[in-house]
């Protein structure tokens, strides 16, 4: 997708949580066209990959709402200003252009906006890295989180660390064509789909691969190239399994990521802005939600929804200079309700 | 109020009073003890609350959930005695519980 031009809009949100999601509302209000980008594969943020099921209880007028509920009332509540979403990629670079900035994620999609807002929470969901010693020199040679392309493991001694869909999904696509597959977890109990863990059983039990109970603690290699692990069994066994490919699976961790290279102001991972426009260092680049700070700050989402109202005043100025703002209300503006649809 | 020991990793160890009804995990973020990190604030979503129970303590403790077993995948280093101290609520019974913090959350 290099060779396409970018995608032109008012306003570029980064991060598809509830905050980010708002922010399509308060910026539509006013006229205001976003596209919205996040790393995972759907909307929710924290609210979808940490705690979908768990109530929340301090969501004004909610008195209980669950992380997936309060997504999906948002998701409603923005229809009428249609935003673009794209999920599975990662904001990467941020450069200022003549008459705003210019973006560009992971996939290669390139976005032009007038203004830029940062609602990325605790930062880009991340595979976790295991705590092996150098296992940092492996990672995209022989040891990978995720898999880009299959021919990567064609041929190849393979292991896989986990049990849950991703590590038993993988186990199941990847056996045909690796030269041998080896599934390691450290219990003999899976959270995957018991369909995937009956057709990982099979395979084991007809030989065509592995399943060993342990907990990697070493790899043995050189120059990125895998050749081995030291696995700690059950009770005191050790045993040591030669491979030259790796794939750990342990679920995702928060890392502020590239947003650390946009030469912005941080502090201790946050982004410093002010209480009355949620500005960061750099005029028309906005932080609202989890990863702002300021004197007093809360980390609620109530506090990012008031946060994500105020930063579009500000926005509404930077798109239509010189235009002036009429402060109206839903409830009695028509050209609001208009904009809303329900008129 | 029952107290609570943590053990870092290199054996530094950190005496606090919990309170009845609270976390062990809760406890610790109240106290500043490092190496809990506990990035999803107590849902039991993360793993980055990992301890080591002191044996002696394990039978007072009980068992992990299913849920907090499947979480415990997400860990590093996972012993006998793991637990997800987020899961782990405090009791009059909790007076004299050790813990232990590993060397990484992940």
Known sequence: ?343 | MPKITYIDHEGRDFIVDGEVGQTVMETAIKHDVPGIVAECGGACSCATCHVYVDPAWRETTGEPSQMEEDMLDFAFDIRPESRLSCQLRISDAFNGLIVRIPEHQG
């Open chain 1, 1 to 343: 997708m290099n060779g396409d031009s970018p995608i032109q809009t008012d306003a570029i949100i980064i991060g598809a949580g509830p905050v980010g999601l708002f922010a399509v509302f308060e910026l539509g209000l006013l006229d205001i066209k976003s596209h919205v980008i996040d790393i995972l594969d759907r909307p929710g943020g924290q609210c979808a990959e940490l705690y979908p099921e768990k109530p929340i209880y301090d969501i004004p007028a909610l008195p209980i709402v669950t992380g997936q509920e309060l997504t999906d009332r948002l998701l409603e509540q923005i229809k009428p200003f249609h935003p673009t979403f794209h999920f599975n990629e990662r904001v990467d670079s941020l450069t200022r252009t003549e008459d705003g900035f210019e973006l560009a994620t992971d996939g290669g999609i390139r976005f032009r906006a007038k203004v830029v807002v940062i609602a990325a929470g605790g930062g880009s969901f991340t595979p976790k890295r295991p705590p092996l010693e150098g296992i940092e020199g492996f990672e995209g040679k022989s040891v990978f989180y995720a898999v880009k392309r299959m021919d990567e493991f064609r041929g190849r001694d393979v292991v896989i660390v986990g049990g849950g869909d991703s590590a038993l999904d993988w186990t199941l696509n990847l056996q045909p064509i690796a030269k041998s597959m080896t599934l390691i977890h450290r219990r003999d109990e899976f959270r995957a789909a018991p369909d995937s863990v009956k057709k990982m059983r099979e395979l084991v039990a007809s030989g065509a691969m592995q399943l060993r109970i342990g907990q990697v603690t070493q790899l043995r290699g050189a120059d990125g190239q895998l050749e081995g692990l030291s696995v700690r069994g059950q009770g005191t066994e050790v045993f040591d399994l030669a491979c030259d490919r790796l794939l750990p699976f342990f679920g995702l961790t928060m890392k502020l990521g590239p947003i650390a290279d946009w030469g912005l102001n941080l502090e201790e991972n946050l982004i410093p802005v002010d209480t009355e426009k949620f500005q960061t260092s750099e005029p028309g680049i906005f932080a609202i939600g989890d990863i702002n700070t300021y004197p007093g700050k809360l980390k609620l989402i109530l506090s990012g929804f008031h946060e994500a109202a105020l930063m579009a005043q500000q926005a509404y100025h930077i798109i239509f200079p010189g235009k002036r703002l009429l402060f109206q209300y839903t409830t009695s503006s028509s050209n609001l309700q208009k904009k809303l649809g329900v008129i």
